[in-house]
């Protein structure tokens, strides 16, 4: 049985004018929305960032944004 933090959640937003669902493990989501707020940022803010930026899914790009910010420190 997974643990809490190992949750898959699924959360919605509208990026570059057209609504989108990201599924991530709810650590990956703690950590992102704590990446957002140390940035002063909105997540949705610094979702579009990573979606102009990206080459493959959504999802995947923002669990390595957060592993690179991690990794950063």
Do not use: N
């Amino acid at each position: 049985m997974p643990r809490d933090d190992e949750d898959l959640l699924r959360r919605s937003f509208r990026i570059a004018g057209h609504q989108t669902s990201l599924s991530m493990e709810r650590i990956f989501w703690d950590e992102f929305r704590r990446i957002a707020q140390e940035d002063g940022r909105s997540m949705t803010d610094v979702i579009s960032e990573i979606d102009a930026q990206r080459g493959g899914g959504l999802s995947r790009a923002v669990r390595v944004y957060v592993l690179k910010r991690l990794r950063s420190k």
